[in-house]
Nanobody, 126 residues
Framework: VQLQASGGGLVQPGGSLRLSCAASGFTRDYYAIGWFRQAPGKEREGVSCIDSSDGSTFHADSVKGRFIISRDNAANTVNLQMNSLKPEDTAVYYC????????????????????WGQGTLVTVSS
């Protein structure tokens, strides 16, 4: 599976941004697609995750109510709509894929994902 993340940029606090993850090389297996982020000097953390089959989603507490993950299976794309952005959302955002259903117990574990995109930088600043 190959992943290509895009959509990052500079946005003011309170603003919105939409990230996209274009995927190719999927087989007929189930996949979980996750968005992670990594700020300078911090560990990579899980943000949102979606099941490619039934569309079930998980969001980390830090972004719940502000971020929405969605999928477009026809276009092989997973999007992350980020609203009410805060300076602490500043990070490089990565999309990742793993075979299997999206389950909370491993959704935020980077090592459980087999494929990663190259990352896109999101900067929230006035």
């Amino acid at each position: 599976v190959q992943l290509q993340a895009s959509g990052g940029g500079l946005v003011q606090p309170g603003g919105s941004l939409r990230l996209s993850c274009a995927a190719s090389g999927f087989t007929r297996d189930y996949y979980a697609i996750g968005w992670f982020r990594q700020a300078p000097g911090k560990e990579r953390e899980g943000v949102s995750c979606i099941d490619s089959s039934d569309g079930s989603t998980f969001h980390a507490d830090s972004v719940k109510g502000r971020f929405i993950i969605s999928r477009d299976n026809a276009a092989n794309t997973v999007n992350l709509q980020m609203n009410s952005l805060k300076p602490e959302d500043t990070a490089v955002y990565y999309c990742a894929a793993r075979k299997g259903r999206a389950i909370l117990s491993v959704a935020w574990t980077p090592g459980s994902y087999e494929s990663w995109g190259q990352g896109t930088l999101v900067t929230v600043s006035s």
